[in-house]
């Protein structure tokens, strides 16, 4: 008889370092879009913490004053699914500080995948990446705004997911739509072809 492991996935969206569309570092707004969209997606994969990572105190505000509203204000009543969904949004001001928490919170330090528009040489298969969920290896997916995730991130990170590619030439997702395919490559129910 096999035993399922409790898969132990953690996602974290990035506002700082990120990079521009010159490739220089920046920090990036968060927006109301994202914080709800990937909060449903989170929440309908079993994703137990999204991380919110931001260094700027205006930023952090804003994010807490969204969940209050949705939590614990009139929100929270008016729409009890978007109230699940937003239960697992956690603020920080650094990446370090979620690694840390999550550390904390499994018994071990998680290991560190990133995602890209483009191919990198630190590459780990979604198949792969899919039996360490199996196995019950915690794992943090990064998830980059802006123009994606600064070299200071990527180059720290255990492997980089493959893109997301189709038969056209254009490839620029927005980051919801690229956490939907990812967690569901990664956590969906697979079908048997």
Known sequence: MNEEREKVVDIALIHYPVINKRGETIGSAVTNLDLHDIARAARTYGIDNYYIVTPYSDQQILVQEILDHWQSGYGATYNPARKAALDRVKITGSLETAICLITEQRGRRPLILTTS????????????????????????????????????????????????????????LSVRSAVSIILDRLLGVQEEL
């Open 117 to 172: 528009a483009r191919a990198q040489k630190n590459s780990i298969s979604y198949r792969e990446t899919r039996r360490r969920i199996e196995t019950g290896e915690p794992i943090i997916l990064l998830f980059g705004t802006a123009h994606g995730l600064a070299p200071e991130i990527t180059e720290t990170a255990d492997y980089t997911l493959p893109p997301i590619e189709s038969a056209t030439d254009y490839n620029h």
